[in-house]
């Protein structure tokens, strides 16, 4: 299912870069792993619910010896920056 219309971004692009080498934690995130950058913004949330669900079982059993709580620190040193991205994608959308 396509999720993103002006990048052509499906459910399975989304779950791919999600479970990938990069570990995405935004939709932000998710669109530079893609290559590509958020457009109108309306697909974040429907991107952000797909990486939950993708990620669902990791979060809960997450544990030291989890690929993704490598990259924690990481993901923390960027999250600033996106969820400012992510502030500005939702009040263009609203607009």
């Known amino acids: 299912m396509i999720v993103c219309s002006c990048n052509v971004i499906t459910d399975h692009d989304v779950r791919s870069a999600v479970t990938g080498k ?3 934690r ?3 995130q998710v669109y530079g792993c893609l290559g590509c950058s958020a457009q109108c913004g309306r697909c974040a949330r429907t991107i952000k619910k797909i990486m ?3 990620l ?3 979060m809960k059993a997450c544990c030291s010896g989890c690929p993704h709580a490598d990259h924690e620190a990481h993901a923390h040193e960027v999250h600033a920056h ?3 991205q992510d502030t500005f994608l939702s009040v263009e959308a609203a607009a």
């Open 56 to 58: 669902g079982p990791c």
């Open 52 to 54: 939950d669900e993708a």
């Open 82 to 84: 996106d969820h400012a």
């Open 22 to 24: 990069n570990f995405p």
């Open 26 to 28: 935004t939709a932000g």
